[in-house]
């Protein structure tokens, strides 16, 4: 008999542990996940012991019939339901209805000069690529792997932009490719990671010394979330990035929340730990102190979270409802820019009453939360992306979402135009601020060179003096051939053997020039056909 008294509370401790193994909640009052937990345990605690605890009751004398036996049974249920009373008056008094003059004080946003913070475009450091290119360019690099296939897939749930040896790449892990290759293989863990360059699409299977033992792909006491937990059991983690650090080591960043507003509200970062993906070794760094090669601290979500309140609080609470004065939002979408060898969240800034036009941009640095905003109006990224489609609609291309760069002091939207199986096809460059300007070419470079030339005859003073070029020759070889219906002269220089085009219809003074003639040309480098663009011929 004692036994059997014993027995329902066992089975009750049992059943705890493993939804706590299995669901891995915070062990903190801040915790969503943990209230859930809560609610749910003590329903399940009540079930498990229903009938110890009625019969226990009932052996009272002072209880007597069905009707004290149900008021009691319904105060027992009063248990959780006290549970998701506390927890719903805790949000109340934690949201931005009750406390919106510390949500708008979340994020500091100060007002930057474009011109100054970004600067004209670097060919070798434009990120041509966006995150589902890179995926279907991941995917395909794996399947051309004999040796992995097999065993393993692409883990593109952990797809993560980077700034890798001052150049932006995209890095993702593998994953073993079911619970039965997990058998096989967890003895050498994972044995690659996938580099992508954003710049030149250029993709690499890193094959490492040592596998990966730690990951979201593994079971039991190595899964990386449960290993984290059993360290850290009341630090409430938000996501795992998977970044490699200038030597190509890899690391899992998992980012720590914390609660400023009330015992829900205001999600910040108080730090990271640090987790080496092979031996498993982490440590915690405040978010003042992470180094600086990690790029991704703050997650764009919870950026453009913090600047939407930002935006729309100003005023309070109600006025961001009725009135909506002074009132904007991010608009709908976003890219990434390397910028001061971090990795920075870009999106336009709109009115809430759904203009079609921005009034401005913000940049955000996901390593240090610094915000920079911009008061430059212009076309949405919506509308500059139909504005490039429409370019080439006989194609069927599609535009990425944009990226924002500094063209000549122009702010410009840059997109990649891809086709049906998402490989980038085409560039396509439009002015924020008169958006009918539009240029689409085959290189970045070419796209380049012919959105300068429509600027100039728009009458946008174009100049720069940080990428034009000039040389000074006697030409030793000529060439022409047309493409697309125009007619391109190649030339080489006496001493040289770079190749400059040039555009015959916007310089007719070439079709002068022979051989042994001097000239002097005004150039820019095209470095992914390896030619200079000549923009001047005297």
């Given at each position: 008999?004692?036994?059997?008294?014993?027995?329902?509370?066992?089975?009750?401790?049992?059943?705890?542990?493993?939804?706590?193994?299995?669901?891995?909640?915070?062990?903190?009052?801040?915790?969503?996940?943990?209230?859930?937990?809560?609610?749910?345990?003590?329903?399940?605690?009540?079930?498990?012991?229903?009938?110890?605890?009625?019969?226990?009751?009932?052996?009272?004398?002072?209880?007597?019939?069905?009707?004290?036996?149900?008021?009691?049974?319904?105060?027992?249920?009063?248990?959780?339901?006290?549970?998701?009373?506390?927890?719903?008056?805790?949000?109340?008094?934690?949201?931005?209805?009750?406390?919106?003059?510390?949500?708008?004080?979340?994020?500091?946003?100060?007002?930057?000069?474009?011109?100054?913070?970004?600067?004209?475009?670097?060919?070798?450091?434009?990120?041509?690529?966006?995150?589902?290119?890179?995926?279907?360019?991941?995917?395909?690099?794996?399947?051309?792997?004999?040796?992995?296939?097999?065993?393993?897939?692409?883990?593109?749930?952990?797809?993560?932009?980077?700034?890798?040896?001052?150049?932006?790449?995209?890095?993702?892990?593998?994953?073993?490719?079911?619970?039965?290759?997990?058998?096989?293989?967890?003895?050498?863990?994972?044995?690659?990671?996938?580099?992508?360059?954003?710049?030149?699409?250029?993709?690499?299977?890193?094959?490492?010394?040592?596998?990966?033992?730690?990951?979201?792909?593994?079971?039991?006491?190595?899964?990386?979330?449960?290993?984290?937990?059993?360290?850290?059991?009341?630090?409430?983690?938000?996501?795992?990035?998977?970044?490699?650090?200038?030597?190509?080591?890899?690391?899992?960043?998992?980012?720590?929340?914390?609660?400023?507003?009330?015992?829900?509200?205001?999600?910040?970062?108080?730090?990271?730990?640090?987790?080496?993906?092979?031996?498993?070794?982490?440590?915690?760094?405040?978010?003042?102190?992470?180094?600086?090669?990690?790029?991704?601290?703050?997650?764009?979500?919870?950026?453009?979270?913090?600047?939407?309140?930002?935006?729309?609080?100003?005023?309070?609470?109600?006025?961001?409802?009725?009135?909506q004065r002074d009132c904007l939002q991010t608009?709908?979408?976003?890219?990434?820019?390397?910028?001061?060898?971090?990795?920075?969240?870009?999106?336009?800034?709109?009115?809430?009453?759904?203009?079609?036009?921005?009034?401005?941009?913000?940049?955000?640095?996901?390593?240090?939360?610094?915000?920079?905003?911009?008061?430059?109006?212009?076309?949405?990224?919506?509308?500059?992306?139909?504005?490039?489609?429409?370019?080439?609609?006989?194609?069927?291309?599609?535009?990425?979402?944009?990226?924002?760069?500094?063209?000549?002091?122009?702010?410009?939207?840059?997109?990649?135009?891809?086709?049906?199986?998402?490989?980038?096809?085409?560039?396509?460059?439009?002015?924020?601020?008169?958006?009918?300007?539009?240029?689409?070419?085959?290189?970045?470079?070419?796209?380049?060179?012919?959105?300068?030339?429509?600027?100039?005859?728009?009458?946008?003073?174009?100049?720069?003096?940080?990428?034009?070029?000039?040389?000074?020759?006697?030409?030793?070889?000529?060439?022409?051939?047309?493409?697309?219906?125009?007619?391109?002269?190649?030339?080489?220089?006496?001493?040289?053997?770079?190749?400059?085009?040039?555009?015959?219809?916007?310089?007719?003074?070439i079709l002068q020039k022979q051989i042994g003639?001097?000239?002097?040309?005004?150039?820019?480098?095209?470095?992914?056909?390896?030619?200079?663009?000549?923009?001047?011929?005297?």
């Amino acid at each position: 008999m004692k036994s059997k008294k014993w027995l329902p509370p066992i089975i009750t401790l049992v059943v705890w542990f493993g939804m706590f193994y299995w669901q891995l909640p915070a062990l903190n009052f801040h915790s969503n996940d943990f209230w859930v937990f809560l609610v749910i345990a003590a329903g399940v605690g009540i079930v498990i012991n229903l009938w110890s605890i009625v019969e226990k009751l009932l052996s009272r004398e002072d209880i007597q019939g069905q009707e004290k036996k149900l008021k009691l049974f319904k105060k027992f249920l009063l248990i959780p339901a006290a549970f998701a009373l506390f927890y719903c008056i805790g949000s109340l008094l934690s949201s931005p209805i009750i406390r919106s003059k510390a949500y708008y004080e979340l994020l500091k946003v100060e007002t930057s000069n474009f011109k100054e913070d970004v600067k004209e475009v670097d060919y070798t450091q434009i990120p041509i690529l966006d995150k589902d290119s890179a995926e279907r360019l991941a995917e395909r690099e794996m399947g051309s792997m004999v040796d992995m296939v097999s065993q393993y897939e692409v883990s593109v749930a952990y797809n993560t932009q980077i700034n890798y040896q001052t150049k932006p790449v995209r890095v993702i892990p593998l994953e073993y490719g079911d619970i039965i290759k997990w058998l096989t293989n967890r003895g050498r863990g994972i044995p690659a990671y996938i580099r992508i360059d954003m710049t030149t699409q250029d993709v690499e299977l890193v094959k490492l010394q040592e596998g990966m033992k730690y990951s979201p792909a593994e079971h039991f006491g190595r899964k990386l979330q449960r290993y984290l937990r059993f360290r850290y059991p009341t630090a409430m983690f938000r996501g795992y990035n998977f970044e490699i650090d200038d030597n190509g080591t890899p690391y899992w960043i998992c980012p720590i929340e914390q609660k400023t507003i009330g015992l829900f509200g205001g999600t910040d970062i108080k730090g990271i730990v640090l987790v080496n993906a092979v031996t498993g070794e982490d440590i915690y760094y405040d978010v003042a102190d992470v180094p600086q090669w990690i790029d991704e601290v703050y997650d764009a979500g919870l950026l453009i979270q913090q600047y939407d309140y930002y935006g729309t609080l100003k005023n309070g609470f109600l006025n961001s409802i009725l009135g909506q004065r002074d009132c904007l939002q991010t608009t709908e979408g976003y890219n990434y820019i390397a910028l001061e060898d971090d990795v920075w969240v870009y999106t336009g800034v709109t009115s809430v009453t759904g203009d079609e036009s921005n009034v401005g941009f913000v940049l955000m640095n996901q390593r240090t939360k610094e915000t920079r905003y911009y008061l430059i109006s212009g076309a949405k990224e919506i509308s500059a992306m139909s504005s490039a489609e429409g370019q080439v609609q006989h194609l069927g291309y599609k535009a990425t979402f944009p990226l924002l760069l500094n063209i000549e002091g122009e702010p410009t939207y840059f997109l990649a135009l891809k086709d049906g199986a998402g490989l980038v096809k085409k560039y396509a460059m439009v002015n924020i601020q008169k958006y009918q300007i539009v240029a689409t070419g085959d290189t970045v470079a070419e796209c380049e060179k012919t959105y300068v030339d429509l600027m100039k005859g728009s009458g946008i003073d174009t100049i720069s003096t940080e990428k034009t070029k000039t040389i000074t020759g006697s030409i030793t070889a000529i060439k022409d051939i047309v493409s697309d219906g125009n007619t391109l002269y190649y030339i080489m220089l006496d001493g040289k053997e770079d190749l400059f085009e040039v555009e015959v219809k916007s310089h007719l003074s070439i079709l002068q020039k022979q051989i042994g003639d001097p000239i002097t040309l005004e150039y820019i480098e095209d470095s992914e056909r390896n030619v200079y663009l000549v923009l001047a011929v005297k």
